[in-house]
């Protein structure tokens, strides 16, 4: 860690109101009156003097997201830093658009969820991301990996990924991202399937998925040891 010194910008819109109290001889007078709250700024941000030549490293915070657009754009004039939380965020939000658009219709809901799952696993255990060794861990159908090399120079750009394709792992983005899948299977029977599982291979051994020749209809196989309380 480095010491370096930095320039504060704050903004504050919101004004609260608050109680302001005055002691007199035998009385206390009480006034409203309105003020800015401290413990939280609507904006702020804090200029580090740090890679002037590419316009200093800013860290920017929004409380109030209504006219965000304008105080990182119009105001700071800041662009996102492609740093390893800038990758490993957009690396992964792209292989849950491919998951949706080409996953999904060339298999079926759980291999979409799967996907992700390994996906995130592969994220959570490594330093490093090497493309080809992600393709080939987290791909269990070998045909999608033409897919997904054609959806990257298709759609890439939109993640500035299209170029990318080996960085260091941010784990604070991938912890993010996890919280951020559903890994729910809607049926249209009024039932869902949570496939909440660390390790993806669960729901590979536990669920199975068929068709009821009888019933015409699909159908999903659940194994379990017993039902939990909660």
């Not at 302001?20 to 206390?28: D, H, K, V």
């Not at 003020?35 to 490293?57: H, R």
């Amino acid at each position: 860690q480095e010491k370096v010194e930095a320039l504060g910008i704050f903004k504050s819109e919101i004004k609260q109101e608050f109680l302001q109290f005055e002691e007199q001889p035998g009385l206390l007078k009480m006034k409203l009156e309105q003020g800015i709250n401290l413990n939280k700024l609507d904006k702020g941000c804090l200029i580090f003097n740090v890679l002037p030549e590419e316009g200093y490293k800013v860290l920017s915070v929004d409380s109030n997201r209504y006219d965000t657009k304008y105080w990182l754009e119009n105001f700071l004039g800041v662009e996102v830093l492609p740093d390893e939380n800038f990758y490993t965020k957009n690396y992964l939000k792209f292989c849950q658009n491919f998951a949706k658009d080409v996953v999904l219709p060339a298999e079926d809901k759980q291999q979409e969820v799967l996907f992700m799952n390994r996906a995130v696993n592969h994220f959570a255990k490594n330093d490093d991301f090497e493309e080809t060794r992600f393709l080939n861990e987290v791909m269990d159908n070998p045909d999608l990996i033409p897919e997904f090399k054609h959806y990257k120079v298709e759609r890439g750009p939109k993640y500035s990924i299209e170029d990318v394709s080996s960085f260091p792992i941010a784990n604070k983005a991938v912890s993010d991202t996890r919280k951020k899948i559903k890994n729910v299977i809607n049926l249209d029977t009024n039932v869902q399937i949570r496939l909440d599982f660390i390790n993806p291979e669960s729901a590979e051994r536990f669920v199975e998925k068929g068709w009821d020749e009888e019933k015409q209809m699909y159908y999903y196989l659940v194994y379990f040891n017993k039902e939990t309380k909660n």
